[in-house]
């Protein structure tokens, strides 16, 4: 395994993580499609292009649920 | 989406299906800090113990190439996320583990004990265990302790729990049942409903929580009836084990 950089070091409060590890973004499926979600940093969004749907990460925690996914466009 | 006329239990109360998530999550966020504290008030300490057994259970093995992977549905507050660790650190086996809860004040509460405690190896993620936002054939173990009676549909959630793990791999489930010995079941039940809620109220403010759990558990099924339904989801040798005589349950069975 690589050493670990941290890629929360710019954020102020260091102890809350903002966004989840890559071996978690290769594990997590969109729960309604199961497809793959890319994170989009800009938005702090997980998104399935299958399902159409953006999911939030909050504190660093994905949340993924549908109601709570915004619904893409187009 | 057409209202579904199908309906489902919430403590005692019979209600639509589509609404025992958003009550079961009322129950959550009321409790959610106080819900440690509670358990060892409502087990006298027991339920320590019980999870104690779900984790041995799984036979965490030393295990010298790769990172074993448990998910942990309902997993909350990372009770067996933490548990799980401390068994495969004492191996020198590595362990990566996810808990996936539906409940984000719970996940909250989780994963701030999770960096306090320097568990690096968990993370926490909000999502149902009826849809698990997982990728197939994934996981060497699936647990869930005291959530599967929250589901709206357990069926599922036992299905999510098969196609997640890997052949070979295992569910365990902790949730409390009922006492084979009806006169025991009788003082348990004088226990569960004149003591329970206003200790919770003393302790969370919030009685209707706490009564909302214990009928829950009154609405469970018996554990040969549970047992049949993990058996229904594809699992192979099922089996379970009455705990301090079935006040709660341990079942697991094998994807293979």
Redo the contacts between chains.
């Keep these: 395994m690589t050493s670990q950089e941290n890629p929360q070091e710019d954020n102020a409060d260091a102890?809350?993580p903002s966004w989840?590890?890559a071996?978690?973004l290769?594990?997590?499926?969109?729960?309604?499609s199961?497809g793959p979600l890319t994170l989009d940093k800009t938005t702090s969004e997980l998104i399935s292009k299958d399902a159409g749907l953006a999911y939030p990460v909050?504190?660093?925690?994905?949340?993924?649920?549908?109601e709570?996914a915004r619904k893409l466009e187009g | 989406m057409e209202p579904s006329q199908n309906t489902t239990s919430f403590g005692f109360q019979t209600v639509n299906e589509e609404d025992k998530q958003g009550l079961v999550r009322g129950v959550f966020d009321a409790v959610a800090d106080k819900y440690d504290i509670m358990n060892d008030l409502m087990s006298a300490g027991l339920h320590r113990l019980w999870k104690q057994r779900l984790v041995d259970s799984l036979h965490i093995r030393p295990h010298a190439d790769g990172v074993l992977?448990l998910i942990d549905m309902a997993g909350g507050t990372g009770d067996i996320a933490f548990r799980a660790c401390q068994r495969a650190d004492k191996l020198s086996s590595q362990i990566?583990v996810?808990v996936?809860d539906?409940n984000?004040q719970m996940?909250?509460v989780g994963?701030k004990r999770g960096?306090d405690n320097g568990f690096g190896q968990v993370?926490?993620?909000?999502?149902?265990a009826e849809?698990?936002?997982?990728?197939?054939q994934?996981a060497d173990y699936v647990t869930i302790a005291f959530g599967i009676r929250n589901v709206t549909h357990r069926d599922r959630a036992l299905a999510e729990a098969y196609r997640v793990l890997k052949p070979g791999g295992r569910f365990v489930c902790l949730e409390f049942s009922h006492m084979p010995l009806k006169l025991a079941q009788k003082f348990y039940d004088a226990y569960s409903f004149n003591v329970i809620p206003p200790m919770g109220k003393a302790i969370t403010g919030d009685a209707s929580a706490y009564q909302y759990l214990i009928e829950s558990i009154r609405q469970f099924p018996k554990a040969e009836a549970f047992m049949e339904e993990v058996a229904a989801a594809g699992f192979a040798r099922c089996q379970f084990q009455r705990l301090n005589g079935g006040i709660a349950a341990l079942h697991s069975g094998w994807r293979i």
Excluded: N, W, Y
């Design positions: 102890k809350t989840p590890d071996h978690l290769e594990l997590l499926v969109c729960p309604v199961r909050r504190d660093g925690i994905p949340i993924m649920l549908p709570e | 992977r990566s996810q996936v539906a984000e996940v909250g994963a960096r993370d926490f993620i909000t999502g149902t849809a698990l936002p997982v990728a197939d994934s």
